[in-house]
C-alpha cells in the first residue's frame, strides 16, 4: 500500500542519552521509523516512553543535559543531525513546523495572534504588513475560526483552548511545510474540542498533502488519524507497522495487546477493564542494556522481542500495591 | 496559569488590557504632569530670573512680590524651585534613558544565550555592583569634572547595571517557556526572538524600574550638587539650594531648605506611584 510512497522523514538507530546528577543513562536507544511523504505515523506510548524526546530530537530542542549520540534523521534526503544544525535551520518552519501540547504556554502572551500566525511566514518570505495580516486572516479560516477579520488583532488571553491550538496549527502550516510534527496536541483539550482538532487535522491532511508525526498516548486519536504506528516503551520502539489496521486487529507484542485493551469498548463485554498494573520504570531506574534488534513480522510490520518489556513487572499486580 | 477574561465592550480593556480604576497611576501621572508643566513653562510662572541677585532683599519671607520669598543672595525663591526642576528633573530623565537601553540590550542578550557571554557580562556587573554606589558615582564626578554630561556619563556607566540584572533574570525564565521553542521551531532568527518575543515580555520590570530609578538619579544628583560636585553655580538646582539654605537654618530661615526638599519629595512620590501603577497595568496576561 505505501511501499511506493517516498519517505519525506527517515530515523535510523536514533540513540538519546541524558547525564543526569553525572551519570549518563540511555533515554532513548535503536529508534528507527520513516513517515512517509502523505502519510501520518501515530508515535504512541506512557508519559516517559521517549515519544516527545524524539520529536524534540528532531526539531533540536533538547534540553542541555541530553544529546543524540548516534543514528540519523534525514528529512528529504538530508541528515539534520549533521552540519551542525545548519540544514535544520533552513528547513525548520518551511520544510518542518510543529504543534505543542499546550497551546496556552506555546503562545506570546503579548503578540496578536495574526502576527504570531505569520511570523514564521515573514521571517522566510517578503511579506509586507498588510499582506502577511492578510494571508493570517486566510488562515485562520482555513484552521477554521470564525470572524478571522476581527479575531486577528486579538491577545491569546482573550481566546478559548481550542481556539488558541487552530492558531498554533495556523502557524503551522503557515510556511506550507512537508512535515508537521505533533506533541499531543490535544491532550490539553476538552474531548468536544479534541474531536474538532483531530478533524481539523484529517482536512488538512486531504487538502494540503502534508505529512504527520503524531506523538501521543491517545491510541484511539492514532486510530482515528493515522496510517502507520509505532509503539514506544521505555525508550525503545515495542510494535511499528506501516499498515495501523494489522497492529490494532492482530497486535503481536504483548505490550501493544497490553495497550490495546485498556481501552474501554463500548461495543465489547461487560468486563472489569485490564489496564496496566505498573508503568515503565523511569530513566534512572531502566536496564542499561542496548536495544535489542526488532524482528519482521512481515514486510512493514516489525517487533521487538518479547523479553525486552519486562512484561512480569508488567502484569503482575499481585506483590504490589 | 490565570485566565483574565476582560468585558470585550469596554474599549479600554481592549487596549492591552488597560485598567481604567487604577488610582495610584492616575494620582502619579497627576502629580508628574503638573511638576513638568511648572518645570517647562517657568518663565510663564515668574517674572524674575533664578540668578538675579537682589542684594538689598535678601532672605525675605513671603510677600506679595516674591511669593516663597528670597534667598541670602535676594534671589527668587519659587522660580529658582521652577527652574531648579527643570535641569533637576531632565537630568534625571535622560540619565535613565542610556542604561535603560543598553542594560536591557544586555540583559535580554545574557539572558537568552547564557554561556560565556553571560558569565562575563555578569562578573563586570559583580565587580561595578560591589563598589558603594555613591563612591563609584562621586569618583567618577570627580574624575570626569564638574558638569551636566559627567553626572550623566557617571550614572549611565553604574545604573546599567540594575538593568541587565532584572532583563536578564526575567530573560532567563521566559527563554523557557514554550512559545519561545514554538518561535526557534519556525525557523525564527534569534535576534528576531530576542527583540519580538523576549523583550516585550521583560521589558515590563525594566519600565517599572526605570520608574524608580529616576527618582534615584533625582537623589544623586541633588545629593552631589549637595557636595558641591556635578551641576555648576549658577544654574539653579534643588541639591543646591538644600544645600545653601542648611546654614540659615539656625537662623529661622528653614523654607530655604525646607522648600526645595518637598520639591524633591513630591516628584518623587509622584514617579513612584507611576512606577507602581504600571507594574500592575504592564502585568502580561495570559
Known sequence: ?321 | MSTVISPSHNIFTRIKGFRVNNFRLYLGLFIIVVVIAMAFFASYLTKFSPIQQDLVNTLQGGSAKHFLGTDNLGRDIWSRLLYGGRTDLFLASAAVLAPFIIGTFIGAICGYFSGWIDTLVMRIADVVVAFPFYVLVISLVFILGNGVSSIFIAISIVSWVSYARIVRGETMIVRSKEFIEAAQTGGISNRKIITRHVLPNVITQAVVYAMSDIVLNIGVIVTLSYFGLGIVPPTPDWGRMIAEGQQFLAGGYYYLTVLPAVAVIISSLGLSFIGDGLAVVLRVKR
Open chain 1, 1 to 321: 500500500m505505501m511501499s511506493a510512497a517516498v519517505n519525506i522523514l527517515e530515523v535510523a538507530n536514533l540513540q538519546i542519552v541524558a547525564r543526569i546528577a553525572g551519570r549518563d543513562y540511555i533515554a532513548i536507544d535503536n529508534v528507527s521509523f520513516n513517515v512517509a511523504a502523505g502519510h501520518a505515523r501515530g508515535l504512541v506510548g506512557e508519559s516517559g516512553s521517549g515519544k516527545s524526546l524524539t520529536l524534540r530530537a528532531i526539531m533540536g530542542l533538547l534540553p542541555s543535559n541530553v544529546r543524540v549520540t548516534s543514528g540519523s534523521i534525514i528529512f528529504r534526503g538530508t541528515d539534520l543531525l549533521a552540519d551542525k544544525g545548519k540544514y535544520r535551520k533552513s528547513v525548520l518552519g518551511t520544510g518542518i513546523s510543529m504543534v505543542f501540547q499546550e497551546p496556552s504556554v506555546a503562545l506570546n502572551p503579548v503578540m496578536k495572534i495574526g502576527k504570531q500566525i505569520t511570523d514564521s511566514l515573514v521571517e522566510h518570505s517578503d511579506l509586507n504588513r498588510r499582506q502577511a495580516r492578510e494571508r493570517a486572516i486566510d488562515l485562520m479560516d482555513q484552521v477554521g475560526i470564525r470572524d478571522p477579520q476581527k479575531r486577528v488583532d486579538d491577545f491569546p488571553f482573550q481566546l478559548s483552548g481550542g481556539m488558541k491550538q487552530r492558531v498554533m496549527i495556523a502557524a503551522a502550516i503557515a510556511c506550507g511545510p512537508e512535515l508537521i510534527l505533533c506533541d499531543e496536541p490535544t491532550t490539553a483539550l476538552d474531548v468536544t474540542i479534541q474531536a474538532q482538532i483531530i478533524d481539523l487535522f484529517k482536512k488538512l491532511r486531504s487538502e494540503l498533502k502534508v505529512s504527520l508525526l503524531y506523538v501521543t498516548h491517545d491510541i484511539g486519536v492514532v486510530a482515528e488519524l493515522c496510517d502507520a504506528i509505532s509503539v514506544m516503551y521505555s525508550g525503545r520502539i515495542v510494535e511499528q507497522a506501516d499498515d495501523i489496521n494489522k497492529v490494532f486487529s492482530h497486535p503481536k507484542h504483548p505490550y501493544t495487546q497490553a495497550l490495546l485493551s485498556a481501552i474501554p469498548r463500548i461495543d465489547g463485554p461487560i468486563e472489569r477493564l485490564k489496564g496496566l498494573e505498573n508503568t515503565a520504570p523511569s530513566l534512572t531506574h531502566r536496564s542499561q542494556e542496548l536495544a535489542p534488534p526488532m524482528t519482521q513480522v512481515e514486510p512493514g510490520w516489525e517487533i521487538a522481542p518479547f523479553e525486552f518489556a519486562d512484561l512480569d513487572q508488567l502484569w503482575s499486580s499481585a506483590n504490589h500495591d
